[in-house]
């Protein structure tokens, strides 16, 4: 009898812990389901982004209206102005925003110091991220800009190409880059950050013997190289180069990987439409929606977003090797470094 009962609470046990996990995803799918039913009744929701009019943002916002029946007000600005909107909203205690897409920087260090940022919840499509794109609990990634070179083709043939960051500091290629600002926030100075941590500064004290050129406005410096000003530009966030399609320019990707600034979505305290804020970011990272991202040359931050690509470049750069970001903590440190090398 005892052993019979002991084979039958054996047996049982087994059942038992085999149905727990099914059991919990289910829970986990009523619970969600119960958010989406109170993010319909909030009925809308205002967003802070500094998309500044990108289609595949449009995109993706349009799916998001049409799938779940929820009304998106959007603030579309650049990121310094949704930072200050953001402080002046949070210290008046006036809440509007319910989401914002903002740098990791701002989010992670200025605004939870802040307690300007509440806890995100569950956000079931996090499962999804990539290994090199961690969520936490106040924020997810969303997407990414990501920093490479681009050079002129007619000038640059494929076996001169730097196939690295160190090898800007061959002599044939002097007189030959142009470059942003790296003593200013901005794509300068995400690659002086990374590749100065990385390589060090002497790095760079070599680099500004190459005679660089500087110029500030991204979107020129991408014209530049298409018509021949320059042969480099070593500062080229991958989603601009997009509309050079056809042009005498081609995208290279270092081999020891890219500097990139993330973009993470995050819940505001005291959002007014909290269920709707984490539908909205949950969708931000269905795979439809990365892969509209993936499409406009925008960093993704999920598994499977290559697989779903049919166009050779989108596919090249969906899964591109990344050198890291700057730390706010780290911030005035490399402006300063920056500012005592390239005076």
């Known amino acids: 009898m005892t052993a019979k009962f002991n084979r039958m609470l054996a047996t049982g046990l087994v059942a038992l812990f085999a149905a727990l996990p099914a059991q919990a995803q289910e829970n986990a799918q009523q619970n969600w389901d119960a958010v989406v039913a109170a993010a319909k009744k909030e009925g809308s929701i205002v967003v802070y982004h500094a998309q500044l009019g990108a289609a595949h943002w449009k995109d993706v916002v349009r799916a998001f209206e049409s799938k779940y029946g929820i009304k998106v007000q959007e603030y579309d600005a650049r990121a310094s102005e949704l930072t200050e909107r953001i402080r002046v909203e949070q210290t008046s205690k006036r809440y509007v925003a319910d989401v914002e897409f903002h740098g990791k920087a701002s989010i992670a260090q200025q605004q939870i110091e802040t307690d300007f940022i509440a806890e995100i919840g569950n956000i079931p499509n996090a499962k999804n991220l990539r290994d090199d794109y961690p969520a936490d609990k106040y924020s997810v990634p969303a997407w990414s800009q990501i920093v490479c070179m681009l050079s002129n083709t007619n000038l640059i043939k494929p076996e001169d190409e730097p196939k690295n960051w160190t090898d800007l500091l061959d002599p044939k290629y002097k007189g030959k880059l142009l470059a942003d600002d790296m003593r200013a926030v901005g794509s300068g100075q995400t690659m002086f950050g990374v590749t100065f941590k990385k390589y060090g500064a002497e790095f760079h004290k070599k680099l500004n013997t190459q005679d660089l050129v500087f110029n500030r406005d991204l979107q020129i410096n991408s014209r530049r190289i298409a018509r021949g000003e320059n042969a480099i530009f070593i500062h080229q966030i991958i989603a601009f180069a997009s509309e050079l399609k056809g042009l005498p320019v081609k995208v290279l990707l270092p081999t020891d990987g890219c500097p990139y600034t993330g973009i993470r979505g995050a819940i505001l305290k005291g959002a007014p439409h909290p269920n709707a804020a984490r ?29 779903k690509l049919t166009d050779a470049d989108a596919k090249r750069y969906a899964d591109v090797k990344l050198m890291g970001e700057i730390d706010y903590t780290e ?12 005076k």
């Open 331 to 342: 911030r005035d440190a490399m402006l300063k470094a920056a500012v005592e090398i390239y």
């Open 279 to 307: 539908v909205f970011i949950n969708h931000f990272l269905e795979l439809d929606s990365q892969v509209r991202y993936a499409n406009a040359w925008m960093g993704t931050v999920i598994k499977g977003v290559a697989e």
